[in-house]
């Protein structure tokens, strides 16, 4: 009974998450619309609420199509990897009730996120496109360059509750949220969960510009529209991480929602105004800038800690 009721709880879970999404697509329309001073989806249903489902029925009805050359199987199957992991990761949030509580959720983050690499150079590989290939490259530089001081950034966060487990920080932000003990880590944080959803201004990995859309460039209907089921159902975790670490942690109150939608439409805010950014300069942000800060707030929080005991 017990598992029947995680495996129903599981399900509820995915359904929240793609419901989630199909709305985190509508949300980005319509702000990059007036953005752009224009109107976004307005003519399906009220508003144009119902405009993701149309959508989703376009995508997943439309012929699939296949290079010639293409390495079938892994060029088939790599979406669908990149899908399943990015649902994976949402089975870390410390739920109350009868769902799986990870006491090393934050290790689990990282496995999860190491691994939707692979599939994104897969994807980029077994197309047989120099331009997909191109693409999938970018995103493995990047993502290895930005993985590392992401892993010191919340090294620093979990000094300091001393625990990986995420309903820990519900506790220690009592008094104080963490990101005003450390504005420059948070913010850190934020543009490194940026570049690590391949989102602007360091979507290289998609830089239409350059390499007509990247690493996905021969993927049509279902293949596509999971790799960016997968992209933004990330997006969501993303903002829920930030508000989970930074933000006062995981009480459900109107206050976290609101809290987590804000930092999702910061994703989409940065979007509309930021310009793509310099390859090289990326490299040089990840690697001379992010990692000193992290590694001397690591060093400075151990001390604190040792300075404590």
Same mark, same amino acid.
């Given at each position: 009974?017990?598992?029947?009721?995680?495996l129903?709880?599981?399900?509820?879970?995915?359904?929240g998450?793609?419901?989630?999404?199909?709305?985190l697509?509508?949300?980005?329309?319509?702000?990059?619309g007036?953005?752009?001073?224009?109107?976004?989806?307005? &003519?399906?249903?009220?508003?144009?609420?119902?405009?993701?489902?149309?959508d989703?029925?376009?995508?997943?009805t439309?012929?699939q199509?296949?290079p010639?050359?293409?390495?079938?199987?892994?060029?088939?199957?790599?979406?669908?990897i990149s899908?399943l992991?990015?649902?994976?990761?949402?089975?870390?949030?410390p739920?109350?009730?009868?769902?799986?509580?990870?006491n090393?959720g934050?290790?689990?983050?990282?496995?999860?996120?190491?691994?939707?690499v692979?599939?994104?150079?897969?994807?980029?590989?077994?197309?047989?496109s120099n331009?997909?290939l191109?693409?999938?490259?970018?995103?493995?530089?990047?993502?290895?360059?930005?993985?590392?001081?992401?892993?010191?950034?919340?090294?620093?966060?979990?000094?300091?509750i001393?625990?990986f487990?995420?309903v820990?920080?519900?506790?220690?932000?009592?008094?104080?949220w963490?990101?005003?003990?450390?504005?420059?880590?948070?913010m850190?944080?934020?543009?490194?969960?940026?570049a690590?959803?391949?989102?602007?201004?360091?979507?290289?990995?998609?830089?239409?510009?350059?390499?007509?859309s990247?690493?996905n460039?021969e993927?049509s209907?279902?293949?596509?529209?999971?790799?960016?089921?997968?992209?933004?159902s990330?997006?969501?975790?993303?903002?829920?991480?930030?508000?989970?670490?930074?933000?006062?942690?995981?009480?459900?109150?109107?206050m976290?929602?609101? &809290?987590?939608?804000l930092?999702?439409?910061?994703?989409?805010w940065v979007?509309?105004t930021?310009?793509?950014?310099?390859?090289? &300069?990326?490299m040089y942000?990840a690697?001379?800038?992010?990692l000193?800060?992290?590694?001397?707030f690591?060093?400075?929080?151990?001390?604190?800690k040792?300075?404590?005991?």
């Amino acid at each position: 009974m017990d598992f029947m009721m995680i495996l129903l709880g599981v399900l509820i879970l995915i359904l929240g998450v793609l419901i989630g999404v199909a709305f985190l697509t509508l949300l980005e329309r319509k702000v990059l619309g007036y953005i752009q001073i224009r109107k976004g989806p307005n &003519k399906l249903g009220f508003l144009g609420i119902l405009q993701p489902f149309s959508d989703a029925i376009k995508l997943f009805t439309k012929e699939q199509t296949y290079p010639m050359f293409s390495n079938y199987i892994s060029y088939y199957f790599s979406p669908i990897i990149s899908f399943l992991l990015s649902l994976m990761i949402w089975m870390m949030i410390p739920y109350y009730f009868n769902m799986v509580n990870f006491n090393l959720g934050i290790l689990f983050f990282f496995c999860c996120t190491s691994l939707g690499v692979y599939t994104v150079m897969i994807a980029g590989w077994s197309s047989n496109s120099n331009y997909a290939l191109l693409g999938g490259l970018r995103a493995v530089a990047q993502t290895i360059s930005y993985e590392v001081s992401l892993a010191l950034i919340m090294m620093s966060s979990v000094m300091l509750i001393m625990d990986f487990n995420l309903v820990k920080f519900f506790d220690y932000q009592d008094l104080v949220w963490f990101f005003f003990l450390m504005i420059p880590l948070g913010m850190c944080w934020m543009s490194s969960s940026l570049a690590e959803t391949n989102r602007t201004p360091f979507d290289f990995a998609e830089g239409e510009s350059e390499l007509v859309s990247g690493f996905n460039v021969e993927y049509s209907s279902g293949g596509f529209a999971l790799i960016f089921l997968a992209e933004y159902s990330s997006i969501l975790f993303m903002s829920l991480l930030f508000v989970l670490i930074y933000l006062g942690g995981y009480n459900l109150i109107l206050m976290f929602y609101l &809290k987590l939608s804000l930092i999702s439409f910061l994703f989409i805010w940065v979007r509309g105004t930021l310009p793509r950014y310099r390859y090289d &300069k990326l490299m040089y942000l990840a690697w001379k800038s992010y990692l000193p800060i992290s590694l001397n707030f690591l060093i400075f929080f151990l001390g604190v800690k040792i300075f404590l005991l």
